[in-house]
């Protein structure tokens, strides 16, 4: 156990839908990143936060969007969702000055 | 560029030593992450090379040559829990940390 944590687990949904992933960091960690992993492609880096500010943006589409709040937490908003958005989504969190990341268990996002 | 290259699948027997290689480009490097993942589940953290030279954790070993763009990941007296997806990423985020992961290699041990 990561010490990060996910809801939901899965998730279904149809397309066009719109829905929020959380992530909760390990205890004391600052700094949270979302990942994209499809099974055509490795993971892949979404964005970075670190206290409550956006720090680093990879590769994410404009339909997608994420947030820190002030408790740490973060949340990623999926929105006008299509089949090919179906994947699993990990959040991972690390600490000041320290470069390793931790991983969620990850929500499994089907879209139908 | 940050492209990195690892082969897209082992196998290899219970008990044995593998070796899993993995190439990236140089410019803008700091640093070369390793992690597990078994199917379906988050990846974990193996080991994290910043310097040229062999780590030894246990029966997992990373090996780093900054002026080469090479790394690999050495398991020993290898288990059927060890079979799972290696992942190599490269830490190019300087202030950022972001990680760039190649598509991993999955690890078949057999008996």
């Known amino acids: 156990d990561s010490g990060v944590t996910q809801t939901p687990k899965h998730l279904i949904t149809a397309t066009g839908q719109r829905v929020t992933l959380r992530c909760s960091p390990r205890?004391?960690?600052?700094?949270v990143y979302w990942y994209q992993q499809s099974l055509d492609q490795g993971l892949q880096f979404l964005i970075q936060y670190y206290n409550g500010e956006e720090r680093a943006k990879g590769n994410i589409l404009e339909r997608f969007s994420a947030q820190q709040f002030p408790d740490l937490h973060s949340e990623l908003n999926l929105s006008s969702l299509e089949l090919g958005d179906s994947a699993l989504y990990f959040c991972?969190?690390?600490?000041?000055?320290?470069?390793?990341?931790?991983f969620g268990p990850g929500t499994r996002l089907l879209v139908l | 560029g940050q492209n990195i290259d690892q082969p897209t699948e082992m196998t290899a027997t219970e008990g044995a030593i593998v070796q899993i290689n993995c190439t990236y480009q140089t410019s803008g490097f700091n640093g070369l992450f390793w992690y597990q993942q078994h199917a379906g589940e988050a990846p974990t953290f193996l080991s994290y090379?910043?310097?040229?030279g062999l780590e030894e954790k246990g029966r997992f070993s990373s090996f780093l040559s900054r002026s080469k763009g090479y790394s690999y990941l050495l398991l020993k007296e290898l288990q059927m829990k060890d079979s799972a997806s290696y992942l190599c990423?490269?830490?190019?985020?300087?202030?950022?940390?972001?990680?760039?992961f190649g598509t991993g290699t999955l690890l078949a041990v057999q008996p």
């Open positions: 090379n910043v310097l040229d």
């Open positions: 991972a969190s690390s600490a000041t000055r320290e470069e390793t990341q931790y």
């Open positions: 990423a490269d830490n190019y985020g300087g202030a950022t940390n972001k990680l760039i």
């Open positions: 205890s004391g960690d600052l700094s």
